[in-house]
């Protein structure tokens, strides 16, 4: 895994509260409701890979985008988080 920010900063430790967040999630209400997730890894996975790979900016950014496709209407499928290299529409 690819970590492109360090935790010892303002950054990573904001970074470090989301996941907790997410992890949260995962352990709470996520392990309690039906399973609905229309994407593959689910939203609080890709949210946690996002953050430890880019950070609380671009991560959060990342995961909110995710979140925000997650809808009957939106799309379905595997949607992995984007490589380093790779930005879309760029």
Known sequence: ???SKRFGSASGMIARLLILLCRLWQLGPSAIMPPTCRYSPS???YAIEA??????AKGGWLAVRRIARCHPWGGHGYDPVPDCNHE???
């Open 1 to 3: 895994m690819i970590r």
């Open 43 to 45: 939203c609080s996975a």
């Open 51 to 56: 953050l430890r790979r880019y950070g609380a």
């Open 88 to 90: 879309r529409g760029r």
